[in-house]
């Protein structure tokens, strides 16, 4: 085992951490086009993996907790299902949710245009999958997000899901608290 690790080139061993993460485009979740879906962003080519938002890209010397946001409309749901109450989660809280955190932002205001990829109400019948019932049981969402600056300029965009209780507002609060939670510390 040590000598293939030996005979590794040095460079690999270098590379950054941002390349040797899992690209968007390379991933099951995209090359899946009978299930995939997207909302609002039109190229996924830099999207990587994240730890605390799923898929990722900040443009080069962008610090996101020097901004405030401002959500520029309304989010835009290309989901299979209009939930009036999981939308009203998203438009009228996103401001206020996303900078309760970023207290140190002092670079100004990004506009942010956000979109509904993929929305699932609660279902008891999923409890019985064995050792992950529970979890996906619960009421679902997932969301794109582009942030610009005052020229227009894209500089960050996510795309992240989760599952959060009984309702489709439920799972659209946990997504913007993780991503407040992201903006915050980065």
Do not use: C
């Amino acid at each position: 085992m040590l000598l293939v690790a030996a005979a590794l080139p040095l460079s690999a061993a270098k590379k950054s951490k941002e390349t040797s993460k899992e690209r968007f485009v390379d991933s099951e979740a995209y090359k899946e086009k009978d299930e995939f879906r997207s909302a609002i962003i039109d190229d996924y080519e830099d999207l990587v993996a994240g730890e605390d938002i799923e898929w990722l890209w900040v443009k080069d010397g962008v610090k996101l907790s020097d901004y405030k946001f401002k959500l520029s409309g309304k989010f835009v749901n290309k989901s299979e299902i209009n939930d009036k109450s999981m939308m009203s989660t998203f438009n009228e809280n996103f401001d206020e949710v996303v900078n309760s955190r970023n207290e140190k932002a002092a670079k100004g205001t990004l506009t942010v245009d956000g979109g509904v990829y993929w929305a699932e109400r609660m279902s008891r019948g999923k409890m019985w999958i064995p050792y992950a019932g529970g979890h996906l049981a619960q009421a679902g969402a997932g969301i794109e997000l582009v942030f610009k600056d005052s020229k227009g300029n894209v500089v960050a965009k996510m795309r992240h899901s989760g599952r959060q209780g009984d309702k489709p507002e439920e799972a659209a609060e946990e997504l913007l608290d993780d991503v407040a939670n992201y903006v915050a510390d980065h």
